[in-house]
């Protein structure tokens, strides 16, 4: 038994996905086109998102209808994350957002998919916000294509500098993020420096204090003994006054 909440989402998704199919099935009909008028369409179809991919941007169109038999239509629902790691990704429908910015139809994201080192290439996904449906082109699809056709020369050489580029700037962002990283965990250690030396100083001048306030109440602080009081720094001893009260001297009666 499924529950009517799931069947609701399946019958929603499939709903979504009806432009998907449509473009599964126009990359069934591009094959039984001839290899001119193939290249013709996919250079139609395609040239929107290609202008946004600098190293793809003149490509021929002999290319072009190669890369469009090897684009993978994909449909994602909301909150969805899409975890294709070392992908180009076109944004054909929908909303989503990566790295706090909003991709909206067109968007491409993911151009630096051709660096061979795993660790250089940004591996932050893009989430759904709504139905969205994009066209993901894999490393290894790409790489098949560029070691299949030797004739697309100018593109391997375009390929190759933006690949050293990506590399570079992958380096230079990693470098100065550990740069950036030590340099907040000295400021760390110093504030804890800081703040260790501000409590002893301030433990030591607790007790400085406290010291004082005994020898001021129990003259431990009260110098040398001069006037040769027996109790230095204490009130003196209780002395009944003369001539009232209950005690009274010899003289005091005798007047």
């Not at 290609?50 to 190669?66: C, G, I, M, N, Q």
């Not at 909206?104 to 998919?113: L, Q, R």
């Not at 700037?169 to 260790?196: F, H, P, S, V, W």
């Not at 110098?223 to 001539?243: A, I, L, M, T």
Request: with cysteine; hydrophobic share 35%; net charge positive.
């Amino acid at each position: 038994h499924v529950p009517q909440e799931l069947r609701q989402r399946c019958r929603m998704y499939f709903f979504q996905s009806r432009d998907n199919y449509r473009t599964i099935n126009y990359k069934v009909l591009e094959q039984c086109f001839s290899t001119t008028l193939r290249a013709e369409v996919a250079a139609s179809t395609n040239s929107a998102w290609l202008s946004k991919v600098w190293y793809l941007r003149d490509s021929p169109s002999s290319f072009t209808a190669e890369l469009s038999q090897t684009l993978s239509p994909m449909v994602f629902a909301p909150m969805e994350v899409l975890s294709l790691p070392f992908t180009l990704f076109i944004l054909r429908r929908g909303i989503a957002a990566r790295r706090g910015r909003v991709l909206a139809k067109g968007s491409v994201w993911g151009e630096d998919f051709i660096v061979e080192n795993d660790e250089l290439v940004d591996a932050v996904f893009a989430a759904a916000l709504t139905y969205v449906e994009i066209l993901a082109l894999s490393f290894q699809a790409f790489n098949a294509i560029m070691e299949d056709h030797a004739d697309f020369g100018d593109v391997e050489r375009n390929v190759n500098q933006a690949r050293v580029f990506y590399t570079v700037r992958a380096r230079l962002t990693q470098q100065g993020r550990d740069i950036l990283q030590k340099k907040r965990e000295e400021g760390k250690a110093k504030k804890r420096g800081m703040n260790l030396s501000r409590s002893v100083g301030n433990r030591g001048n607790l007790a400085v204090r406290t010291n004082t306030q005994k020898g001021q109440r129990f003259g431990a602080f009260a110098g040398p003994n001069v006037s040769g009081d027996p109790y230095p720094g204490s009130p003196p001893p209780y002395q009944p006054k003369r001539g009232r009260g209950r005690y009274r001297s010899a003289g005091d009666e005798a007047s």
